[in-house]
């Protein structure tokens, strides 16, 4: 089996992960084996999640709070379809309560003027209470999402504690600079919080999106007004009432669940948020960018879609490079903005690749995400779901050569089988659009010059893979494609210091690392006049 991975801080693979001991459905003489596509035609019946839904409610200056128009809406579980619970439908009004509660935090409370060591204390203390709950808020996310729990109690949640810890150590090691004049002046720059950001994160990693963008904005001193994915907003709420409990002051973090036509407008074109962040779809991207703009001018960090090409060079061990181009696309049921959704292979090694890759599509291991061993679950929703069978249909329109998969997994939930194209040409649909879903593409390519000008001929820009022995060969690729992360001979190394983000259409600005604070920060110059000064 390949390394699951998508950080180097866990190198254990999913193999070795000790089975959840979760109590089985109504009916438990259905005991079986993982389900895979090839030999099954349905899921089990669904494991009952070991956690409760506590938080449905806004959390708006420290309280939790119903909605102002008391509307609720379901999150439903992608399993089956089913509802897990009514969430409060957050809206203009609450948008507005929000950014007051956080406009006042900042502007007369104790965050911004703590010190930064204080501050750095609380954002440890909330990344133990996260590693404290970890199974709890790995259950919420999986219930919601649909992912793996193992990817998600050992991996993903991990991270976010990972990102924390990272933060609060740079919390006190934000600082401005002397800078030298051509007179007699003294000038420093002052790095300063810049205010009330706004953040609107997306479904498919709902627990990294906030910690990307949470960990900075805090640990620069600002407040922040959160809304949360309408089909994921369970995890949101909780890890932001653990930072409650772990020191943060009143109002510094909001919590909106709601839809993004009404509080994701709003809060994207408030006049009294000083910066938006997004992660999302680059046309939702579009339309945030223009309602700042007509706001309040306020800057915008966007993380938008990608259709990252996967090249495989002539050189390449070919079973490791299938297996890593399977985890590039199929990772997170192939939700995710940065997945090789273009796997480019060298004409030379070109079939025997795809007899590796179709294989290993077969024998993914596709079921209830809360069993043990399985790789993939369903997806996120029934709109989703509609979306990736018809794109798999045009492939198949098109002329492409469809090696597997191709239809719906089970009778129930929105599960699709593993699936390969091949013989795909560059004007499919396939090929130039982000389906977000389980379906491997696979081009065939001549030479270096030949699949560089291919895999930059998109809109998208944000990752690729390579995939080569030969060190010439990757520093070339490196240098030639316009992507924002370039990964050899790996992929989906999400360390809390690898900055991330995308060329093109791919979105503006970074997260993560250093960089991810530049989005938080005002710089301030101060000029002084010196009188008699000993030295300039």
């Given at each position: 089996?390949?390394?699951?991975?998508?950080?180097?801080?866990?190198?254990?693979?999913?193999?070795?992960?000790?089975?959840?001991?979760?109590?089985?459905?109504?009916?438990?003489?259905?005991?079986?084996?993982?389900?895979?596509?090839?030999?099954?035609?349905?899921?089990?019946?669904?494991?009952?999640?070991?956690?409760?839904?506590?938080?449905?409610?806004?959390?708006?200056?420290?309280?939790?709070?119903?909605?102002?128009?008391?509307?609720?809406?379901?999150?439903?579980?992608?399993?089956?379809?089913?509802?897990?619970?009514?969430?409060?439908?957050?809206?203009?009004?609450?948008?507005?309560?929000?950014?007051?509660?956080?406009?006042?935090?900042?502007?007369?409370?104790?965050?911004?003027?703590?010190?930064?060591?204080?501050?750095?204390?609380?954002?440890?203390?909330?990344?133990?209470?996260?590693?404290?709950?970890?199974?709890?808020?790995?259950?919420?996310?999986?219930?919601?999402?649909?992912?793996?729990?193992?990817?998600?109690?050992?991996?993903?949640?991990?991270?976010?504690?990972?990102?924390?810890?990272?933060?609060?150590?740079?919390?006190?090691?934000?600082?401005?600079?002397?800078?030298?004049?051509?007179?007699?002046?003294?000038?420093?720059?002052?790095?300063?919080?810049?205010?009330?950001?706004?953040?609107?994160?997306?479904?498919?990693?709902?627990?990294?999106?906030?910690?990307?963008?949470?960990?900075?904005?805090?640990?620069?001193?600002?407040?922040?007004?959160?809304?949360?994915?309408?089909?994921t907003p369970l995890s949101a709420i909780y890890a932001a009432k653990l930072l409650y409990e772990a020191g943060l002051p009143e109002g510094v973090i909001?919590?909106?669940?709601?839809?993004?036509?009404?509080?994701?407008?709003?809060?994207?074109?408030?006049?009294?948020?000083?910066?938006?962040?997004?992660?999302g779809s680059t046309d939702t991207g579009k339309i945030i960018l223009q309602l700042a703009a007509k706001s309040n001018l306020k800057p915008v960090t966007?993380?938008?879609?990608?259709?990252?090409?996967?090249?495989?060079?002539?050189?390449?061990?070919?079973?490791?490079?299938?297996?890593?181009?399977?985890?590039?696309?199929?990772?997170?049921?192939?939700?995710?903005?940065?997945?090789?959704?273009?796997?480019?292979?060298?004409?030379?090694?070109?079939?025997?690749?795809?007899?590796?890759?179709?294989?290993?599509?077969?024998?993914?291991?596709?079921?209830?995400?809360?069993?043990?061993?399985?790789?993939?679950?369903?997806?996120?929703?029934?709109?989703?779901?509609?979306?990736?069978?018809?794109?798999?249909?045009?492939?198949?329109?098109?002329?492409?050569?469809?090696?597997?998969?191709?239809?719906?997994?089970?009778?129930?939930?929105?599960?699709?089988?593993?699936?390969?194209?091949?013989?795909?040409?560059?004007?499919?649909?396939?090929?130039?659009?982000?389906?977000?879903?389980?379906?491997?593409?696979?081009?065939?390519?001549?030479?270096?010059?030949?699949?560089?000008?291919?895999?930059?001929?998109?809109?998208?820009?944000?990752?690729?893979?390579?995939?080569?022995?030969?060190?010439?060969?990757?520093?070339?690729?490196?240098?030639?494609?316009?992507?924002?992360?370039?990964?050899?001979?790996?992929?989906?190394?999400?360390?809390?210091?690898?900055?991330?983000?995308?060329?093109?259409?791919?979105?503006?600005?970074?997260?993560?690392?250093?960089?991810?604070?530049?989005?938080?920060?005002?710089?301030?110059?101060?000029?002084?006049?010196?009188?008699?000064?000993?030295?300039?």
């Amino acid at each position: 089996m390949a390394a699951r991975r998508i950080s180097s801080l866990l190198s254990r693979s999913f193999s070795s992960l000790p089975a959840p001991l979760f109590s089985r459905g109504t009916n438990p003489t259905l005991v079986r084996q993982i389900s895979r596509y090839s030999t099954a035609v349905e899921v089990e019946d669904p494991i009952s999640p070991p956690v409760k839904v506590n938080y449905t409610q806004l959390l708006i200056d420290g309280k939790f709070v119903d909605a102002a128009s008391g509307k609720t809406f379901p999150t439903l579980d992608p399993r089956t379809g089913d509802v897990i619970a009514h969430v409060a439908e957050g809206d203009i009004e609450d948008i507005n309560r929000a950014v007051s509660a956080a406009r006042k935090a900042f502007d007369e409370g104790p965050w911004p003027r703590m010190t930064a060591y204080e501050r750095s204390n609380i954002l440890l203390r909330f990344a133990d209470l996260i590693e404290k709950h970890n199974d709890e808020i790995a259950a919420l996310e999986t219930w919601d999402s649909g992912k793996p729990y193992e990817q998600a109690a050992k991996i993903e949640v991990p991270m976010l504690a990972r990102l924390m810890r990272y933060y609060a150590g740079w919390a006190d090691k934000i600082h401005g600079l002397i800078v030298p004049a051509d007179g007699p002046h003294h000038v420093q720059t002052l790095h300063e919080p810049i205010g009330v950001a706004g953040q609107i994160i997306p479904w498919n990693f709902p627990l990294l999106m906030f910690a990307w963008k949470v960990g900075p904005a805090l640990a620069c001193g600002n407040t922040i007004v959160l809304k949360s994915a309408e089909q994921t907003p369970l995890s949101a709420i909780y890890a932001a009432k653990l930072l409650y409990e772990a020191g943060l002051p009143e109002g510094v973090i909001n919590v909106v669940s709601g839809f993004g036509a009404t509080a994701g407008a709003a809060l994207a074109s408030h006049m009294e948020v000083d910066k938006l962040a997004f992660t999302g779809s680059t046309d939702t991207g579009k339309i945030i960018l223009q309602l700042a703009a007509k706001s309040n001018l306020k800057p915008v960090t966007l993380e938008l879609g990608g259709k990252s090409p996967f090249i495989v060079c002539e050189d390449a061990d070919v079973d490791k490079a299938a297996e890593m181009a399977h985890f590039a696309l199929f990772f997170n049921q192939g939700q995710c903005c940065c997945a090789g959704s273009r796997t480019f292979v060298h004409e030379k090694v070109y079939d025997e690749f795809i007899e590796k890759a179709k294989a290993l599509a077969k024998n993914r291991a596709v079921g209830d995400p809360f069993k043990s061993g399985i790789e993939q679950g369903p997806q996120i929703d029934k709109k989703q779901f509609d979306k990736i069978l018809g794109y798999i249909r045009s492939g198949i329109e098109c002329g492409a050569t469809l090696e597997t998969g191709g239809e719906r997994f089970g009778d129930k939930g929105y599960y699709i089988q593993p699936t390969v194209f091949t013989n795909v040409k560059d004007d499919a649909l396939i090929a130039k659009e982000e389906i977000f879903g389980p379906v491997q593409t696979i081009l065939k390519y001549k030479n270096l010059d030949e699949v560089i000008q291919r895999s930059n001929a998109s809109r998208y820009g944000l990752a690729a893979g390579v995939f080569t022995q030969n060190i010439d060969t990757a520093n070339t690729l490196t240098r030639a494609l316009r992507v924002g992360s370039v990964f050899i001979n790996c992929f989906d190394v999400f360390d809390a210091a690898i900055p991330f983000g995308g060329y093109k259409m791919s979105g503006q600005g970074r997260e993560k690392g250093i960089y991810g604070l530049s989005n938080y920060l005002q710089v301030k110059a101060v000029v002084t006049p010196l009188k008699n000064p000993a030295w300039l």
